[in-house]
């Protein structure tokens, strides 16, 4: 059973890990932050958590390719994604959907925005 508070955060870059992990804590969440994506399945796997939030643009593997693999295994396919970037161009987007994500998220976001969107990903 996944745990409806929980929520993965894959995101590199540290300033934006503690961003989006604070402003999960201010929406109720539990924020399980990971900062390297080669663990993204395996997390997600043991987490179950009741959504993923993927950066795009990672150093190792591309957060499409996270998004992708997620998707493709049996235990995380269901898993709520919402893709998180800089990049906000239709195709970016486009290519998001393309891999599986729910929802697609420019940076910078604003919180309430943000929340908003968190408690659509999980209903």
């Known amino acids: 059973m996944a745990h409806r508070k929980c929520i993965l955060l894959v995101e590199d870059t540290a300033s934006h890990r503690k961003l989006y992990a604070s402003w999960l804590k201010i929406g109720g969440y539990e924020a399980h932050v990971l900062a390297d994506e080669r ?41 709520p994604v919402m893709a998180l970037t800089v990049l906000d161009s239709l195709a970016d987007q486009e290519a998001c959907f393309a891999a599986g994500a729910d929802v697609f998220v420019t940076k910078p976001d604003r919180i309430a925005t943000f929340l908003d969107r968190i408690a659509a990903l999980l209903h």
């Open 39 to 79: 663990n993204a399945q395996r997390v997600a796997e043991e987490l179950s958590p009741a959504a993923i939030i993927v950066d795009i643009r990672l150093p190792n593997i591309s957060g499409l390719d996270v998004i992708e693999g997620l998707k493709r295994t049996e235990l995380t396919r269901s898993i």
